[in-house]
T-cell receptor, first 115, second 113 residues
Framework: GAGVSQSPSNKVTEKGKDVELRCDPISGHTALYWYRQSLGQGLEFLIYFQGNSAPDKSGLPSDRFSAERTGGSVSTLTIQRTQQEDSAVYLCASSALTRGTDTQYFGPGTRLTVL | AQSVTQLGSHVSVSEGALVLLRCNYS??????LFWYVQYPNQGLQLLLKYTSAATLVKGINGFEAEFKKSETSFHLTKPSAHMSDAAEYFCAVSPTGRRALTFGSGTRLQVQP
């Protein structure tokens, strides 16, 4: 079946511009995660959505970052007034919540370059 | 806070040799532990996970890992390396009470012919 998809695969933007990154999770998965992978910081958790519950935003690095999940499916990560340190690969993952721990399935990522 | 430490940012082995990638965790309670692999320009793929059912966990592509509580370790091994194993490997922990993963810094595996 289809896996997690992300778009665009690459995004180049100028400092100060806003960007939107999209994630389509696996159908039926109720949990969705955003992570950031950068050279200096490794893999970092950003935000987590679970069903209709309030999202866990504890990993967002600043108020320039926000995310929403519409209809319990597609999610958009928005970065306002981008800075050069925002350059990274943004990874999305989804999982089917089960008892115990759930396996997270990752998309291919969006490579963001801020000039 | 729970965390994982991966010893060795780069590991090089010969084709056919044993692969050993080290991961140590810090946790006051048994955590959930994972190994993911990332091939160039691709997302993360789950190799295996520990969920307290068994201390020796077998994963895909011939990899396995052993949970050792006394050593707080979850090292990844493969008896015989293949050229296709060249990739970056990440150990991760699922902190108690939160489902988001905390990743180690990664180990890049190079396989020499």
């Amino acid at each position: 079946g289809a896996g997690v998809s992300q778009s665009p695969s690459n995004k180049v933007t100028e400092k100060g511009k806003d960007v939107e990154l999209r994630c389509d999770p696996i159908s039926g998965h109720t949990a969705l995660y955003w992570y950031r992978q950068s050279l200096g910081q490794g893999l970092e958790f950003l935000i987590y959505f679970q069903g209709n519950s309030a999202p866990d935003k504890s990993g967002l690095p600043s108020d320039r970052f926000s995310a929403e999940r519409t209809g319990g499916s597609v999610s958009t990560l928005t970065i306002q007034r981008t800075q050069q340190e925002d350059s990274a690969v943004y990874l999305c993952a989804s999982s089917a919540l089960t008892r115990g721990t759930d396996t997270q399935y990752f998309g291919p990522g969006t490579r963001l370059t801020v000039l | 806070a729970q965390s994982v430490t991966q010893l060795g940012s780069h590991v090089s082995v010969s084709e056919g040799a044993l692969v050993l990638l080290r991961c140590n965790y810090s946790s006051s309670v048994p955590p959930y532990l994972f190994w993911y692999v990332q091939y160039p320009n691709q997302g993360l793929q789950l190799l295996l996970k520990y969920t307290s059912a068994a201390t020796l966990v077998k994963g895909i592509n011939g990899f396995e890992a052993e949970f050792k509580k006394s050593e707080t370790s979850f090292h990844l091994t493969k008896p015989s390396a293949h050229m296709s194993d060249a990739a970056e490997y990440f150990c991760a922990v699922s902190p108690t009470g939160r489902r988001a993963l905390t990743f180690g810094s990664g180990t890049r595996l190079q396989v020499q012919p």
